[in-house]
């Protein structure tokens, strides 16, 4: 079992699988529970389906390219989550939830057929990120299994806490959590790509724990410096306000 | 003709989603980068303090462009 693989997909897992759930629930509340769960188990098996087959083909490709390969997607990819992250906790702060979903109310008696494709392409879209952020670390690292439970553990337990309560899978602070493990992606793909390309990083494997350090502490302080900088731009566009509303046009 | 449309749209959803997002100067500052390192590994240099400092320069730029088009 490869602990930081399993860990790092169950975190990364979690942003998807939390839209995923607000999602499934608010079909199922809003239109129909049994069309909802079964559009949800087709996305599921659709994306088991997909990791199998793709982590299977990568396993016998050798570990320097795929090291590049999939580093080079994970840093692009990882670094997506820290700028949006970065933006909207240095907008929002740290405390905003997922949200409520807006889905169209009203069905009838027999199966819910819209409800089944409302969940099926909610739970296949969000989790064709998971099943690529699955079949990354399970490549990169020759370790599909780990990288399969812990994506598997994030659905599991996200949705039960979606099925116990959607208001608390609802506080769940997405935002700073997609910040975090953006770090983490970002961490895992500059670590495999550069060792990919030949780099030897200091203190090898250990490398991991101060490059996601200093990617986390780099995060922080862009969260305070954005906050900064959108106060200086909201000054200067106040001063700016009378000189342009007195400008003859 | 529809296969080709449809090829063209899931490819051209991978690469904004997981590549280049809504900025793509990251994605091609990381590309330069890994170019880089490539190349003072072959040359023998220890290469491994690059990536770091190119991730953090290339997203303080893009945050930096984003907060100016907010404004």
Known sequence: ?249 | MMLWNLTRKVVTWWVVTFVTGDDWSVAAAVGAGLLATWGLVRAGVAAWWLMPLVVIGATVSSLYRAVLREG
């Not at chain 1, 030897?200 to 410096?225: E, I, K, M, N, Q």
């Open chain 1, 1 to 249: 079992m490869n602990t930081p693989v399993l860990i790092s997909t169950f975190l990364a897992a979690s942003i998807e699988v939390i839209e995923m759930v607000a999602i499934v629930v608010a079909v199922g509340v809003t239109r129909q529970w049994r069309g909802a769960l079964a559009g949800t188990l087709a996305g599921l098996m659709v994306l088991a389906v997909l990791v199998a087959g793709l982590g299977t083909a990568l396993q016998r490709v050798p570990l320097s390219p795929i090291r590049v390969v999939v580093g080079a997607l994970l840093l692009t990819f990882g670094l997506q989550w820290v700028r949006k992250g970065v933006l909207r906790v240095s907008r929002d702060g740290w405390t905003i939830g997922v949200g409520e979903q807006q889905v169209e109310e009203g069905v009838g008696s027999g199966f819910d057929w819209t409800g089944f494709l409302l969940a099926f392409r909610g739970v296949s879209l969000e989790g064709l990120e998971v099943a690529v952020i699955v079949v990354a670390f399970g490549a990169a690292d020759h370790a599909i299994g780990s990288a399969a439970i812990g994506a598997a553990a994030s659905v599991l337990l996200v949705g039960a806490l979606g099925a116990a309560s959607y208001r608390v899978v609802a506080r769940i602070p997405r935002r700073a959590l997609q910040l975090f493990v953006g770090a983490l992606l970002t961490t895992f793909g500059t670590f495999w790509a550069a060792e990919g390309l030949g780099a030897d990083w200091p203190g090898d494997d250990l490398a991991l724990l101060w490059l996601v350090g200093f990617y986390v502490t780099a995060a922080l302080a862009l969260v305070r410096v954005v906050s900064y900088w959108r106060r200086g731009t909201l000054r200067r566009l106040r001063a700016a306000e009378p000189l342009t509303e007195g400008a003859p046009r």
